[in-house]
């Protein structure tokens, strides 16, 4: 114990960090009337970062072809060490994210949270969900399965619904005329790098404004 | 947060080094490690070597398929062997040159092997002609048997 208090001690004395951690973190108080259902958005953000870790994880093992794709996951299922636990884990995290980002936007919408000072939260909110979706989405053809494989065909064929331009952008979408590992390979880097990327930074955005207008205090 | 304190003042303080103390602290501590144990031990355990299967298979390539003056590369316990048919019979060695463990390439206009890294030369029989090695190729013992030649 006493090692980890110097080593802070070296630190505090250089950076000076006590009083901002008493700001923001040890006597930052949660306001009393803030039931549980206020953690929504703090547990969405949780199951993300689960995600980065474990899909950090699954990288280690996953091929982005369709002659590979299959056999690789099957491989982290059946011959990495708990690699089915990782797995599972990440599937599950998904879609904890989706059930936690949509009761936390019920709860915001329902105490009409989002109105002045805090309509961007809610803009950057919404974006969030459609980016959190999209992750989602792509996530699901990677492991190259039936299901991925006709899911991702019947998803991408709803932007077929715009007119005039329609078949354009699901051409541009599946980067062909059908799925295939060009579909696969897109959908890869959407996945792990630049949906990420994108929401990595409206999150910043996100947080940052809920630090400068303070969070909406129930009654 | 004011209710919390005044319970605090209804009784006397304990000591910090009471025995119910240090076992509310054991109790916190184990269950902390307990915790930390479970999200670190699946990850140090997926970063293992995972078991391959079929990794250390014997090489078995049929004789006619063996053509003089020809090489045939082969991966053997992850580690490139490369057969060669010469005038006295097939001759196996290890690919990985002697100087820094590039793998040979095998050159049929010369009958001999190079080097792609430093310019080795190595003649048909594994011997050193020129570049910057002194050892010869690593010969590997094999077996003929019903017209295969297997590596084991």
Same mark, same amino acid.
């Given at each position: 114990? =006493?090692?980890?208090?110097?080593?802070?001690?070296?630190?505090?004395?250089?950076?000076?960090?006590?009083?901002?951690?008493?700001?923001?973190?040890?006597?930052?108080?949660?306001?009393?009337?803030? =039931?549980?259902a206020g953690c929504f958005?703090?547990?969405?953000?949780?199951?993300?970062?689960?995600?980065?870790?474990?899909?950090?994880?699954?990288?280690?093992?996953?091929?982005?072809?369709?002659?590979?794709?299959?056999?690789?996951?099957?491989?982290?299922?059946?011959?990495?060490?708990?690699?089915?636990?990782?797995?599972?884990?990440? $599937?599950?995290?998904?879609?904890?994210?989706?059930?936690?980002?949509?009761?936390?936007?019920?709860?915001? $919408?329902?105490?009409?949270?989002?109105?002045?000072?805090?309509?961007?939260?809610?803009?950057?909110?919404?974006?969030?969900?459609?980016? *959190? *979706?999209?992750?989602?989405?792509?996530?699901?053809?990677?492991?190259?399965?039936?299901?991925?494989?006709?899911?991702?065909?019947?998803? *991408?064929?709803?932007?077929?619904?715009?007119?005039?331009?329609? *078949?354009?952008?699901?051409?541009?979408?599946?980067?062909?005329? $059908?799925? =295939?590992?060009?579909?696969?390979?897109?959908?890869? =880097?959407?996945?792990?790098?630049?949906?990420?990327?994108?929401?990595? $930074?409206?999150?910043?955005?996100?947080?940052?404004?809920?630090?400068?207008?303070?969070?909406?205090?129930?009654? | 947060?004011?209710? %919390?304190?005044?319970?605090?003042?209804?009784?006397?303080?304990?000591?910090?080094?009471?025995?119910?103390?240090?076992?509310?602290?054991?109790?916190?501590?184990?269950?902390?490690?307990?915790?930390?144990?479970?999200?670190?031990?699946?990850?140090? %355990?997926?970063?293992?070597?995972?078991?391959?299967?079929?990794?250390?298979?014997?090489?078995?390539?049929?004789?006619?398929?063996?053509?003089?003056?020809?090489?045939?590369?082969?991966?053997?316990?992850?580690?490139?062997?490369?057969?060669?048919?010469?005038e006295s019979g097939p001759?196996?060695?290890? %690919?990985?040159?002697?100087?820094?463990?590039?793998?040979?390439?095998?050159?049929? %206009?010369?009958?001999?092997?190079?080097?792609?890294?430093?310019?080795?030369?190595?003649? &048909?029989?594994?011997?050193?002609?020129? &570049?910057?090695?002194?050892?010869?190729?690593?010969?590997?013992?094999?077996?003929?048997?019903?017209?295969?030649?297997?590596?084991?």
């Amino acid at each position: 114990m =006493s090692v980890i208090r110097r080593i802070y001690g070296w630190i505090d004395n250089r950076f000076d960090v006590t009083p901002e951690l008493e700001k923001n973190v040890t006597k930052k108080w949660v306001p009393r009337t803030l =039931s549980w259902a206020g953690c929504f958005g703090g547990l969405a953000f949780f199951t993300f970062l689960v995600q980065v870790f474990t899909g950090m994880l699954l990288l280690m093992y996953y091929k982005p072809h369709p002659e590979s794709a299959w056999d690789s996951v099957t491989f982290i299922k059946s011959n990495v060490t708990m690699g089915w636990l990782v797995q599972r884990i990440h $599937a599950v995290a998904a879609n904890l994210m989706i059930a936690l980002v949509l009761m936390h936007m019920a709860r915001i $919408a329902y105490y009409k949270i989002y109105r002045t000072p805090r309509e961007l939260h809610w803009v950057s909110g919404v974006l969030l969900l459609l980016l *959190t *979706t999209m992750m989602a989405f792509t996530g699901y053809l990677l492991p190259w399965t039936q299901l991925s494989y006709w899911g991702a065909k019947v998803g *991408t064929e709803i932007p077929s619904a715009i007119p005039i331009i329609g *078949t354009d952008v699901v051409e541009w979408v599946r980067r062909g005329k $059908a799925i =295939s590992g060009e579909t696969l390979g897109f959908f890869f =880097s959407l996945h792990i790098w630049i949906l990420p990327a994108i929401m990595s $930074a409206f999150m910043g955005m996100h947080f940052v404004m809920i630090r400068r207008t303070g969070i909406s205090k129930p009654l | 947060m004011n209710m %919390a304190s005044d319970h605090a003042h209804d009784r006397p303080h304990e000591p910090p080094s009471s025995g119910r103390r240090r076992f509310c602290q054991a109790c916190i501590g184990g269950a902390a490690a307990i915790t930390v144990g479970t999200v670190v031990y699946p990850i140090v %355990a997926f970063l293992k070597l995972p078991v391959r299967l079929g990794e250390s298979k014997p090489v078995q390539i049929p004789l006619d398929r063996l053509i003089p003056g020809q090489a045939y590369y082969a991966d053997f316990h992850g580690q490139q062997v490369v057969v060669v048919m010469s005038e006295s019979g097939p001759r196996v060695f290890n %690919a990985s040159c002697t100087h820094l463990g590039c793998n040979v390439v095998w050159d049929t %206009a010369h009958s001999n092997f190079h080097c792609p890294c430093h310019g080795a030369v190595f003649s &048909g029989e594994g011997q050193v002609v020129s &570049g910057p090695v002194s050892a010869p190729l690593l010969e590997i013992p094999f077996e003929v048997k019903e017209g295969n030649l297997i590596i084991s």
